[in-house]
């Protein structure tokens, strides 16, 4: 129910799932576009067309920092590494297959973890 989702993320013990399947995703043979923010030099358009880049060790700094006031915040930040990897890469490029093929991973995991438990 809504009663919950609105109490901070912390009190409402709703880190395990989010700590859970991040570890979950940057062990994942698919992840390794993911683990560290772009490197702007080697791409160096990336901030000009994308301009909330998000990476799994930002997302891991946040979590840790107590920075997400619900579990949504942290879905959204998830999927955010998704949105952009569509924005910037061709869906049949290696980078662009690695995040079609996490992205379904994840929304997965995370029904599992958070829904039909
Ligand atoms: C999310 N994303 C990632 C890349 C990428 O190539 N990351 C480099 C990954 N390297 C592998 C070993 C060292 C670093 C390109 C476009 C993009 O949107």
């Not at 990336?46 to 990476?55: A, F, L």
Request: charged share 30%; proline share 5%; glycine share 4%.
């Amino acid at each position: 129910t809504n009663s919950t989702e609105s109490i901070p993320i912390r009190l409402n013990k709703e880190l395990a799932p989010c700590r859970q399947v991040l570890d979950d995703l940057e062990s994942h043979d698919e992840a390794w576009p993911f683990l560290l923010a772009v490197n702007t030099k080697q791409f160096p358009t990336y901030r000009k067309v994308i301009r909330n880049p998000m990476d799994l060790q930002t997302i891991g700094k946040r979590l840790s920092q107590n920075e997400y006031k619900s579990r949504d915040e942290f879905v959204s930040d998830v999927r955010l590494i998704f949105d952009n990897c569509e924005t910037f890469n061709e869906d049949n490029s290696p980078v662009g297959k690695a995040g079609h093929t996490l992205r379904l991973f994840f929304e997965t995991r995370w029904a599992d973890l958070t829904s039909g438990k």
